[in-house]
């Protein structure tokens, strides 16, 4: 069984810079893909960034935030810059037992362990 913590969120006015963390204990995510999705108010869950064989990122970020990985501490961040009052969500990440295409990578479904979320704010 694994466990993810995330941490870093906040409020930031726009343009600023936050960073996630996302801290997995239980088992080693290392070997499978990892994924930040984010849910604004009134809106579904959506994909925001995951890191599998490669990493991949919504058109909405793509530019503004990185993913990446620290396998020693077992340890998943989401960096994000020029931030703007519609990254606004709660921020939550997932790890899936196994890598996953590009495709799969982007689906909910495909991720068997989720965080709990933190609340990214951005004000105008």
């Known amino acids: 069984q694994v466990q993810l913590v995330e941490s870093g969120g906040g409020l930031v006015q726009a343009g600023g810079s936050l960073r996630l963390s996302c801290a997995a204990s239980g088992r080693t995510i290392s070997s499978g893909a990892a994924a930040w999705f984010r849910r604004a108010p009134g809106k579904e869950r959506e994909f925001v960034a995951a890191s599998s064989w490669t990493t991949y990122y919504a058109d909405s970020v793509k530019g503004r935030f990185t993913i990446s990985r620290d396998n020693v501490r077992n340890t998943v961040y989401l960096q994000m810059d020029s931030l703007k009052p519609e990254d606004t969500a709660v921020y939550s990440c997932?790890?899936?037992?196994?890598?996953?295409?590009?495709?799969?990578?982007?689906?909910?479904?495909?991720?068997?362990?989720w965080g709990q979320g933190t609340q990214v704010t951005v004000s105008s």
């Open positions: 997932a790890a899936s037992t196994r890598r996953l295409l590009e495709y799969d990578a982007r689906r909910l479904d495909k991720y068997t362990y």
